[in-house]
């Protein structure tokens, strides 16, 4: 089967590129190795910012529907110290240029809005490899094949495109979170629900963090930041949940009972989330007919960027796409010119910031300035 453009991977970004090349007439294909939009849990809540992801979202004519799923409230902001001293505390007064959402509900938002049969769930990509000419052969886990005249890499940190371009690969970043959920918050877990407040709270301090928000129907979000080598974690068997979370416990120990129980009282098992990156600055020389977007292209430790940036990369993408008409190759060094830049710039600037990172004294300054609107949010 021979398509025209390819679109590896259904998260935000592809599904975005999807959408805007709808938008402009354009039709593309996404394909996606897991079985159904359903098949796991899409993660947390998301910022969306009004400088790349809300841009992305005017492209793709959803602003309306965006703008439906936002949960009020939840752009408040509080940094205390372990000891649980509140050091900042800012109030959500809906003049925030970052509402939040829900990431499942913001990409059901985009599959509702492309035609029937756009993605293709259960295409596991295991090769790809150039046909000369600008065209490029997929070959999917269940040995069926496809030949496309554009390939875009949407699929992430692990990527199965980038090869094409690139021997980078993301290396390990010295820092893991483990994530634990607390449902029911104002009911059953009162003191951690007063703690984190309305909207997201952090705990930074030297090698260890603590960041949690609240969810839709009071539910705890938290992620506990550790900065340890892989090592360190392989000896801990998240297998079993209940030890799982007293070793992770015992690295908050004396900091304050009432932050502490983000770890102790979580209602799941905690889930470890290694970190890793792409090198700061990555880049390719042009290879027609091919390129990535989001994590693919640019993956960074975590900064509150990496799905807007996926999503204006995708508008991006699209709309340059779309303004150079039979000039594919044109299009898609217009749109990595100014990718590449972008990319590197979020990434140098929240490296220094990165919670956890850096001392504890200058990583709540440039929190607390940041928030405040006194610091750099971009």
Do not use: C
């Amino acid at each position: 089967m021979t398509t025209d453009i390819t679109i590896i991977g259904a998260g935000l970004g592809g599904l975005t590129l999807a959408r805007v090349l709808h938008v402009n007439g354009m039709a593309a294909t996404v394909y996606e190795a897991e079985p159904s939009p359903t098949a796991r849990s899409q993660g947390g809540l998301l910022d969306i910012h009004d400088y790349n992801g809300q841009i992305a979202l005017e492209a793709a004519d959803l602003m309306d529907e965006f703008r439906g799923i936002v949960l009020e409230g939840r752009q408040a902001m509080r940094i205390l110290d372990p000891a649980g001293n509140v050091l900042f505390d800012k109030a959500d007064d809906g003049t925030g240029g970052r509402p939040e959402v829900q990431r499942g509900e913001l990409r059901e938002i985009l599959l509702d809005s492309l035609p029937a049969g756009t993605v293709r769930w259960g295409h596991k990509v295991t090769g790809v490899r150039p046909l000369g000419g600008g065209r490029h052969e997929v070959t999917f886990a269940d040995g069926s094949t496809i030949a496309t005249a554009l390939l875009i890499g949407a699929d992430g940190a692990w990527s199965r495109v980038r090869p094409l371009l690139s021997d980078a690969t993301p290396e390990y970043t010295g820092k893991s979170v483990v994530e634990t959920y607390l449902f029911d918050a104002d009911a059953r877990h009162p003191v951690a629900s007063k703690t984190v407040g309305s909207g997201a709270m952090v705990v930074p301090a030297e090698g260890r963090e603590i960041f949690a928000h609240r969810e839709r129907d009071d539910t705890l979000h938290a992620y506990l930041g550790l900065t340890e080598p892989r090592e360190w974690f392989d000896a801990i068997d998240f297998t079993d949940g209940a030890t799982a979370a007293a070793r992770i416990a015992r690295e908050f120990d004396g900091w304050a009972p009432e932050l502490t129980a983000l770890i102790t009282d979580g209602d799941t098992a905690p889930i470890l989330r290694p970190l890793y990156a792409l090198p700061t600055g990555h880049r390719w020389d042009r290879v027609p007919g091919v390129t990535l977007l989001g994590d693919a292209a640019h993956l960074a430790a975590p900064n509150g960027e990496g799905a807007n940036l996926a999503m204006l990369d995708a508008a991006e993408l699209a709309t340059a796409l779309a303004a150079h008409p039979g000039e594919v190759e044109a299009a898609l060094a217009a749109y990595e010119q100014a990718m590449f830049p972008r990319g590197a710039e979020a990434a140098a600037l929240h490296g220094d910031e990165d919670r956890g990172t850096g001392s504890a004294d200058n990583s709540v300054h440039a929190l607390i300035a940041e928030f405040a609107g006194d610091g750099p949010t971009r």
